[in-house]
């Protein structure tokens, strides 16, 4: 079983979803594995999803009938088989080092839940003056104590950058509806 499962949900992503795959076919973890939940795509995503599990035995695909973000997630933690569950979307790119990285943190620190990172807004000359301000905050966040007291302000973590623990995931009963966005529910809960 592999220590890690990257899950990504992808939905008509043909355009990024190359990019964003080849990023974590370049991780330094030698343990992981990808869990690509198709959900129900109309256009090439489920054909380059297949042609990456077919070069790289570490992806799996999972095409499931068209539910949205929250209904791939969920679909997707029950295949994945690793004890930590890095997130990422179809349209994100990840460094090199992150999942090894994020892993020793969770692994050397039981009482950790959940594990981020700093982000980068791409390609750089298309970010607004708005979103880069959203990205300086974000990445200003660097202390449990920074997060827990911005937690009600906005989402304090980037959901695609984080890695948590499956069976903590599982027992919060995954990503839920509630009207607002589901990392942020996740991380109030």
């Not at 090439?44 to 077919?54: D, F, Q, S, V």
């Not at 984080?162 to 903590?168: D, F, G, L, N, Q």
């Given at each position: 079983m592999p220590e890690v499962s990257v899950l990504i949900p992808c939905?008509?992503?043909?355009?990024t979803i190359d990019n964003a795959l080849q990023t974590i076919a370049s991780q330094d973890h030698p343990d992981f594995e990808a869990v690509l939940v198709d959900d129900g795509s109309t256009d090439?995503?489920?054909?380059?999803?297949?042609?990456?599990?077919?070069?790289?035995?570490?992806?799996?695909?999972?095409?499931?009938?068209?539910g949205g973000i929250i209904h791939a997630l969920n679909e997707g933690i029950k295949d994945c088989r690793g004890d930590f569950i890095a997130r990422m979307d179809a349209d994100d790119r990840s460094y090199p080092t992150r999942l090894s990285k994020q892993a020793q943190v969770l692994r050397e620190n039981p009482e950790i839940s959940v594990v981020s990172c700093l982000v980068d807004g791409f390609p750089a000359e298309d970010v607004r003056m708005g979103f880069q301000l959203y990205l300086e905050w974000l990445n200003s966040l660097v202390t449990h104590e920074e997060i827990i007291t911005c937690r009600f302000i906005e989402s304090p973590v980037v959901h695609p950058s984080?890695?948590?623990?499956?069976?903590?995931l599982i027992e919060l009963g995954g990503y839920q509806e509630h009207g607002w966005a589901e990392d942020y529910d996740l991380w109030l809960r």
């Open positions: 939905y008509n992503c043909e355009s090439g995503t489920l054909a380059k999803l297949n042609a990456w599990a077919e070069m790289d035995a570490r992806f799996r695909v999972l095409p499931v009938e068209h984080t890695m948590v623990r499956k069976a903590e």
